[in-house]
T-cell receptor
Framework: GNSVTQMEGPVTLSEEAFLTINCTYTATGYPSLFWYVQYPGEGLQLLLKATKADDKGSNKGFEATYRKETTSFHLEKGSVQVSDSAVYFCALKVGHPENAGNMLTFGGGTRLMVKP | EAQVTQNPRYLITVTGKKLTVTCSQNMNHEYMSWYRQDPGLGLRQIYYSMNVEVTDKGDVPEGYKVSRKEKRNFPLILESPSPNQTSLYFC???????????FGPGTRLTVL
């Protein structure tokens, strides 16, 4: 079956520090990969995505590269801000849209806390 | 404004008392889904719907029902809630085959 493994949190950083949140996956077929972010008290929002090997997704200073050889999609940001404090979820989607292809498989989430 | 709405946002109830959590989207999306979020487990899919009158089980469907009589609405029904259904619930929608799912704000349910 499909699964996503994320590093456990919380991850606590000082403002302007470098961020890496590790994500590895197991999937049948060729998945699309996603990072979603959940700010306190809110639902999840798509942060970035990559749909094929070697693609790099980027948004709001965050980046992640789809590495098929290591089955990984690590999230990075060069300089975090207090406003980046949130829970980050790695997720994958496999399959044809006609066969529940929209179904997302999520990792357990990683809480990021950024201190001033 | 394009959005997914859920009601109620918070609910405390007792074991066995039937409840419904509503979900509505205004983006004309075909696909809708319910997830529950539990610490350390991420989000797990309960049920999904590919279109009106088409629903199917996700990974954790036991104890839940859904219906899709209209495209915009996808209520989650707990016929006889139990304490192990205490969780944070999210509704989501997307275009069929779309890469982005849009999530509602969540419903925090406590079953005593």
């Amino acid at each position: 079956g499909n699964s996503v493994t994320q590093m456990e949190g919380p991850v606590t950083l000082s403002e302007e520090a470098f961020l890496t949140i590790n994500c590895t996956y197991t999937a049948t077929g060729y998945p699309s990969l996603f990072w979603y972010v959940q700010y306190p008290g809110e639902g999840l929002q798509l942060l970035l995505k990559a749909t094929k090997a070697d693609d790099k997704g980027s948004n709001k200073g965050f980046e992640a590269t789809y590495r098929k050889e290591t089955t990984s999609f690590h999230l990075e940001k060069g300089s975090v801000q207090v406003s980046d404090s949130a829970v980050y979820f790695c997720a994958l989607k496999v399959g044809h849209p006609e066969n529940a292809g929209n179904m997302l498989t999520f990792g357990g989430g990683t809480r990021l806390m950024v201190k001033p | 404004e394009a959005q997914v709405t859920q009601n109620p946002r918070y609910l405390i109830t007792v074991t066995g008392k039937k409840l419904t959590v509503t979900c509505s989207q205004n983006m004309n999306h075909e696909y809708m889904s319910w997830y529950r979020q539990d610490p350390g487990l991420g989000l797990r899919q309960i049920y999904y719907s590919m279109n009106v009158e088409v629903t199917d089980k996700g990974d954790v469907p036991e104890g839940y029902k859904v219906s899709r009589k209209e495209k915009r609405n996808f209520p989650l029904i707990l016929e006889s809630p139990s304490p192990n259904q205490t969780s944070l619930y999210f509704c989501a929608s997307s275009l069929k085959g779309g890469n982005e799912q849009f999530f509602g704000p969540g419903t925090r349910l406590t079953v005593l």
